[in-house]
């Protein structure tokens, strides 16, 4: 189940389809084959290229493994973007979490690994997959940073003051002291 040449085996045997079908349908089987994507080995990467996401978290989950994969095989992963995988999804940092840190970690050791693709075939993807990752990093650092809080912070709405219910003062009748005896 967990194998890569047993997911090929299986998009022989039944289809891309139906095994992309199976990514929505099989927990255990779309954690495996997501986990297997993102270690960047070559035939997990040729299980990606066959795949076809059925679902939008399909897609999702298969561009965070993809984008893990930049950083061990820039140059398979880049093989495989285009119309499928879009190369702004997969380089413009999808993770769900990211602080600050998380955020320059992945975007200095992603950058560092499309520096070694010197493959004239595929310096135009680099080249927009470094500007994606650029605009993400941008992007995902002005939403962490402080100033950018502050600048943006909710406005609570304008509290209402309650005005209290005044009672008419009672009138006071003051006694007769005039005498009429």
Known sequence: MGSADLVLSEIKLRGATAVSGRLDTDENFGRTVMNGIATGDSVWLEVAARITPTSSAAEASLSIALASALNHSPARVLKILGEK?????????????GDSVGVVSYYDSATASLQ?????SLRGVRDECRMALADARNRRLERISPGYLIKNKP???????????TKPKPTVTRSDTSSSD
Request: charge should be positive.
């Open 155 to 165: 406005v609570a709405p304008a509290r209402r003051v309650r005005q209290r219910v």
């Open 85 to 97: 995988y879009p190369v702004e999804e997969v380089c413009g940092i999808p993770f769900l979490k």
């Open 116 to 120: 070694t693709i010197v493959s004239d």
